[in-house]
């Protein structure tokens, strides 16, 4: 049992992780932090958190295991503010989907005596209609966590304690091969919606466009409806994979132009390798 705990962050994750904890009774006390005070005050309504706290210091100041449930763009300067109260031996994880860049960040801000471990859950049910927070909300899913070697055993076990306290799975990745791998698979869609919604919108032709457009419009570009400065900051601290992602993408758009051009009859099998590609993907997804 974690005897006091605090998460930074009282979003859909930060409040499911605080009652996935607390429905397990495993912490005598969970702080909580959020910027957003209606937030903060959210989750101590539904039991997220025992307490929320108006400053950062404050939460975390006695907490032996801290968790930053928040976006990319206030972390590093929360390692600074932590570092200035966090006793020797608290271990701190979070849950942002870029690790490299945030391990870089821990290991310059942070003392030797606070341990950090790069945690990455990967949510597979829809996050985008305001989902309320449950303790639930980790069963099943994959849970990353990138080590690296300064790793301390201390944080590996309290984080796999967590993990095992979410129901999820661990897998185990090396920094560098995480970010690769997401920025394929979760942030190059990312940046597909957003390339998309603003070709169509802005040709000339959009209003009489947009009453013909098909729920496929609507489903490949509702990533768009999330915060533009959380995707700026995903895509800025993983630039150069995604850059790969996106040179290998543009080269598979410049083949089917070719394609369309050369009205070539091939193109089916465009479709079809697609096709069948997904199925298998989608047959990888039920088998897990």
């Known amino acids: 049992m974690f005897h006091r705990v605090a998460i930074v962050g009282l979003g859909l994750i ?27 005050h959210h989750a101590r309504k539904i039991g997220a958190i025992d307490q929320s706290c108006t400053t950062l210091a404050d939460t975390v100041r006695g907490a032996e295991f801290v968790i930053l449930a928040t976006s990319l763009s206030p972390i590093r300067s929360f390692f600074q503010d932590i570092a ?8 701190v994880t979070d849950v942002a989907s870029t690790k490299a860049q945030v391990i870089s960040w821990a290991e310059e801000y942070l ?18 209609d305001n989902e309320p927070a449950t ?15 300064r790793t301390s055993s201390i944080a590996l076990d309290k984080v ?35 390339i998309l919604m603003n070709t169509v919108a802005e040709s000339p032709s959009w209003q009489d466009a947009a009453i013909v457009a098909e729920k496929s419009m609507q489903d490949m570009t509702r990533m768009t409806n999330n915060d533009p400065e959380v995707y700026r900051d995903i895509c800025l601290t993983n630039s150069e994979a995604l850059s790969r992602w996106l040179s290998e993408y543009i080269r598979e758009l410049n083949s089917f132009r070719n394609q369309l051009i050369l009205h070539d009859s091939n193109l089916t099998q465009t479709f079809l390798k697609s096709k069948k590609l997904h199925e298998q993907w989608q047959a990888m997804q039920d088998a897990n």
């Open 14 to 40: 930060g409040s499911s992780i605080g009652l996935a904890i607390h429905t397990a009774n495993s912490a005598q006390q969970i702080m909580g932090y959020d910027s957003d005070k209606h937030v903060a």
């Open 84 to 91: 200035a109260v966090a006793l020797p031996g608290t271990v």
């Open 111 to 128: 003392p030797a005596s606070v341990f950090f471990l790069g945690g990455h859950p990967i949510l597979r049910k829809d996050t985008y």
């Open 135 to 149: 303790a639930s909300l980790f069963k099943n899913c994959v849970y990353c966590l990138t080590p690296t070697k």
């Open 160 to 194: 796999m304690q967590l993990i095992e306290i979410l129901d999820a799975r661990v897998r185990f990745l090396e920094p560098v091969e995480h970010d690769g791998l997401v920025a394929g698979v979760n942030q190059l869609p990312i940046v597909i919606s957003a």
